[in-house]
């Protein structure tokens, strides 16, 4: 679904990214791990639309989508999350489900006063897959709770749900374990698990959690100075000692 090839992202005289190659198969839940600085979340960056890679391709379902803008991606079925969720504090949490899908009649002033019926069938079916989505995730309690009220775990779950508001063929999910509490996260991992086997995603995941990307993810890329160490199976990644010495230094690994 998703092949990155020769990426690169300079600032200035700092290679964030250098030469890093990856690809995400359809189906999958894709593990991108690596220490801080790796360069991950510019490659998401990169990969989202926020920031343009200074060369390299990204090629979505064959098409290179290299520097093409956030809105273009979404409509071509890619959605991302943030490891700091981006809730509209002070609409409900079904309001800020009901405002992502696209297009929708009742956007447009004069449809309101013209075709107030076509407003109404869309909102009602917009509504429904709200429903729907918070059923899914066990939240439909806190269909009219501020969303600025929400728990950490909670936003990371309003998170998924916008995701399911859309028509997403790839969803990049970044940290959604950070800042949640054990309880939560057991429960965010399973709806991601369940989101792939039930529905069909395909995710790629950003996350320092080991046993979250050892329950979800094959396969695990490793990412270090910018560019991919190693591909493998979790136990592949824990036993090879390039990744020990990425994360802990030569003589401590």
Known sequence: ???????????????????CSFSVAEGTITGLIGPNGAGKTTTFNMIAGELPPTSGKILFEGQDIAGLPTHEMFHRGIVRTFQIPHELAQMTVLENLMLVPPAQPGERLWSNWFSRASVRSREKSVMEQAEDALEFLSIYHLRDELAGNL???????????????????????????????????????????????????????????????????????????????????????????????????????
């Open 151 to 253: 728990s950490g775990g909670q936003k990371k779950l309003l998170e998924l749900g916008r995701t399911m508001m859309t028509n997403a063929k790839l969803v990049l999910l970044d940290e959604p374990g950070a800042g949640v509490n054990p309880t939560l996260v057991l429960k965010i991992r399973d709806m991601i698990l369940r989101l792939k086997e039930e529905r069909g995603y395909t995710f790629c995941l950003i996350e320092h959690d080991m046993d979250m990307i050892g329950a979800l993810c094959d396969p695990v890329i490793v990412m270090a100075e910018g560019a991919v160490l190693m591909e493998g199976s979790m136990d592949e990644v824990r036993s090879d000692p390039r990744v020990l010495d990425a994360y802990l230094g030569g003589e401590a690994a």
């Open 1 to 19: 679904m998703l092949a990155v090839e020769n990426l690169c992202k300079h600032f200035g005289g700092l290679q964030a990214v250098h030469n």
